[in-house]
């Protein structure tokens, strides 16, 4: 057993068997009744590599807003959806797929953190970081962490923009598997 655990160790399957528990508990919390989890829901939650060597709270917070997605934007989008065709589960699977594939706020606070070490983070950047950071961890954590929040972006929307542009490089960088492939 030591021997298996050890190899597992080696591959980092233990870590994303590790984070997939975290996965199920965020999913048990999110959808009680598991006969309404959409299908594809636990296959996008698989650990995307940036995140497997984060904290755990991080992937946390990655799959509840996964779960946040799909619970609170499904009902919306099946009403809708239902008056338009014929071929609801098909259609409203793959609405949900494109809705599951944005970078959620741990992917994006990651993404902003690595692009700070490659240079000074501009003023607005550092704004999208603090934002970020309370998405992720709280507001509490991100003001004792963060500082008081003296920091203002340049304009109004400029987060929005640093956001949308860290975004667009997410997309272009990582290609993730499209549930059902």
Known sequence: MKQLQAYMGN??????????E?????LEVGFPDRKKEPR????????????????PIVYRSHVEELVRRAKYTLPKRLARISRECENVDERLENDLL?????????????????????APP?????????YLFSQVFGSVEAQR????????P?????????????????RWQTKRPRVGQ
């Open 40 to 55: 594809c829901l636990f296959v996008a939650c698989a650990p995307p590599s940036q995140l497997r060597q984060t904290a």
């Open 154 to 170: 340049s304009y109004p929307g400029a987060i929005d923009e640093v956001l949308t542009e860290v975004r667009n490089q997410l």
């Open 122 to 130: 501009s003023r607005d950047y550092a704004c999208a970081y603090r």
């Open 98 to 118: 494109k809705q599951l594939d944005e970078p959620t706020c741990a992917e994006l606070l990651l993404a902003v953190s690595q692009l700070s070490l490659k």
């Open 11 to 20: 591959l980092g399957v233990s870590r994303v068997l590790e984070l997939m």
């Open 22 to 26: 975290v996965a199920e508990e965020a």
């Open 145 to 152: 962490v963060c500082g008081d929040g003296l920091l203002s």
